[in-house]
């Protein structure tokens, strides 16, 4: 089951809400909270998360089922969506394709925030020929087109949703890492935490308990993004072919159907799947615009 | 500048270095090998044997790196193993096509992306730069392929204005018109999807220049509006687009790719996309590399242009 974003941003702020940034962690979740964008973005997420979750048990009907008498017939009282080019009904295939998307999409980002944190905060705390080394590797994987370096590793394979999961927090997480690395290494000189040292913090403890509370700003709102990244990612690739294999729906392969039907007019086949997607991708870029509003530390100023 | 150019030139060296291990690493370290594609669920073990042999899959990896690279020195990419020609030339045939499409549709985006952003700075707020600022966040969110699906459903096919894919048809002779014709759609869906990302920035941008002291200065100097504007700020409000043309380079190729399969252009993305499942090793090694390569140059190029343009920047 997929984490509602609002369960995730809670686990996300308890260090924020610790001892060391209590005042302030709490000043930018009030920035959030008072933001339209995080409402409405907010109110997307929930509403396609319902759609795909609650949905299915509401509209009892087999995404799977072919009824051979009815392919790509347009919306009726028994087909609410129509039909697609296999005589499936579209309206449990879009709100099943939801299901594994959502789910893929938000651990993959946690995932990949939560290495790309490690990997950052280690590179930065190693310095030295460790750290150039460290980045030196990032700098390599960041200059591979995501998408074939996506399409690769899923052509090598038969996708399943762990794997497609692993494919997609490891091609994500790069990005974070670079972040993560410059705002630790500013913090790193910082007073507060030379007394730690000082103190006989050990290299773990000056790690988790002083840089990681300041990096989580930055990470949180990168994370926001990469759910966004990675949705569109599984949409993009489902269809390419190279998502889940079929009968399992998905709102990207449920579009490369519709490209066989693109003659005929059916107008069901080619609106609601792209919507679905359009739908959690502005959800989801929404909060992370309000993320960034009161979290990102290079717009706090303003 | 000399020296910095060359600097900088050396610093790349080690990532494309990085690049050919990475892009070799990650087409062998996979199941099953271009045999099993080849040979279909019919493959005997001892024909499987004779297809690794023949294409020198047997040998350590370590060995087959070092003929990879030692041709590749030799700018020998390789045969394909199933069009049965040189990479090199395949690639010949492709990668124009590709820069072209990444090309027209990135000068256009940014283009577009300057003037809209601009606009919207000006009127800050105002009803323009809200509906913009809708319309961007809608086709930001949107997925490439869509846009791509929704431009041929409607110029393609609804209303028969542009043809439905290729470079050109097979019956017509292939000129420069011919082929402008043919690219109108695919550079479309790529440059939309791209400006959607850029006129925020440019949006930002240009706001923050607008409130500097010498754009007053201008103004009080007596300078016209136009003057101010595009004199004085657009220089220097464009200085992080130039940053972004490094950083979007790797996005617009994905972008391509997904262009060139829905519109079945034969450029670089549509050549990785059928050697990917074909496991067809030496076009995909090729391609990730030249991808990474030309992702490289792209911020080398960023690198210095920002210095031309940006006089505070020396590169001593």
């Known amino acids: ?302 | 500048m000399g020296r910095y150019v060359l600097q900088r030139f050396v610093q790349a060296i080690p990532t494309v270095i990085g690049l050919t291990i990475v892009s070799f690493m990650l087409v062998h370290i996979t199941p099953g090998g271009p045999a099993y594609a080849m040979l279909g669920p019919k493959a005997t073990p001892a024909r499987v044997a004779a297809v690794n042999r023949a294409l020198g899959l047997n040998l350590p990896l370590w060995d087959q790196y070092g003929i990879w690279a030692w041709q590749l020195l030799h700018l020998n990419l390789g045969t394909s193993y199933f069009y049965l020609q040189p990479v090199t030339k395949l690639i010949e045939q492709a990668l124009p096509v590709t820069l072209a499409i990444v090309g027209i549709s990135y000068v256009l985006a940014h283009g577009i992306a300057v003037v809209l952003g601009s606009i919207q700075a000006y009127f800050k707020n105002g009803w323009f730069d809200h509906s913009v600022t809708s319309v961007n966040y809608f086709l930001y969110s949107m997925p490439g392929f869509w846009l791509a699906i929704l431009l041929l459903v409607w110029f393609a096919v609804d209303i028969p204005l542009f043809p439905t894919g290729n470079l050109c048809d097979p019956n017509e002779v292939c000129n420069l018109g011919t082929w402008a014709y043919h690219m109108v759609l695919p550079v479309a869906s790529l440059t939309i999807g791209t400006v959607a990302g850029w006129a925020r920035y440019m949006r930002t941008s240009m706001t923050d220049t607008l409130v500097q002291d010498y754009i007053r200065t201008a103004r009080a100097k007596g300078l016209s509006e136009t003057r101010v504007l595009f004199k004085h700020a657009w220089r220097n409000s464009v200085l992080p687009l130039i940053t972004l043309l490094g950083y979007f380079f790797p996005t617009i190729f994905g972008g391509a790719l997904v262009v060139e399969e829905i519109f079945n252009i034969p450029g670089m993305g549509l050549l990785t996309f059928n050697a990917a499942i074909k496991r067809d090793y030496p076009i995909v090694m090729a391609a990730v590399l030249i991808g990474g390569i030309l992702v490289v140059i792209g911020n080398l190029v960023a690198d210095l242009l920002y210095g031309l343009v940006d006089p505070r920047i020396s590169y001593g």
């Not at chain 1, 959502?102 to 990997?119: D, E, K, P, Q």
């Not at chain 1, 000189?189 to 990681?212: F, K, N, P, Q």
């Not at chain 1, 739908?279 to 303003?302: H, K, S, T, W, Y």
């Open chain 1, 1 to 302: 089951m997929a984490m509602p974003p609002t369960e995730v941003s809670a686990t996300l702020a308890e260090p924020q809400l610790g001892p060391d940034t209590g005042p302030r962690g709490n000043r930018q979740w009030q920035i959030f909270w008072s933001s339209p964008l995080a409402w409405v973005g907010l109110g997307l997420t929930v509403f396609m998360v319902l759609f795909s979750f609650v949905g299915p048990l509401v509209y009892t009907v087999n995404p799977n089922a072919t009824h051979l008498t009815h392919i790509l017939v347009g919306p009726s009282s028994r087909f609410p969506l129509g039909t697609n080019a296999l005589g499936r009904d579209e309206l449990a295939r879009l709100m099943k394709g939801g299901q594994l998307t959502l789910i893929i999409g938000f651990i993959a980002a946690a995932l990949s925030m939560v290495f790309g944190t490690i990997y950052g905060l280690a590179s930065a705390l190693a310095g030295g020929f460790t750290d150039v080394l460290m980045m030196r590797i990032i700098d390599v994987l960041l200059a591979i087109p995501g998408l074939f370096l996506l399409l690769l590793l899923d052509s090598m394979f038969t996708p399943n949703a762990v794997l497609l999961t692993a494919i997609f927090a490891g091609t994500a997480w790069f990005g974070v890492t670079r972040l993560v690395r410059s705002e630790a290494l500013s913090v790193r000189t910082r007073d507060y935490v030379e007394a730690a040292r000082s103190m006989g913090a050990g290299t773990w403890r000056i790690m988790l308990r002083h840089l990681l509370p300041n990096v989580m700003g930055v990470v949180l709102v990168t994370t926001t993004f990469q759910v966004a990244g990675a949705i569109l990612g599984i949409a993009t690739l489902s269809f390419l072919g190279l998502g889940l294999p079929p009968p399992t729906p998905n709102w990207g392969a449920e579009l490369s159907n519709a490209m066989t039907s693109m003659f005929q007019g059916a107008w069901w086949v080619i609106y609601p799947p792209g919507l679905c997607i359009v739908f959690i991708e502005l959800g989801v870029n929404f909060l992370g615009d309000a993320v960034r509003q009161a979290f990102d530390p290079r717009l706090l100023g303003n």
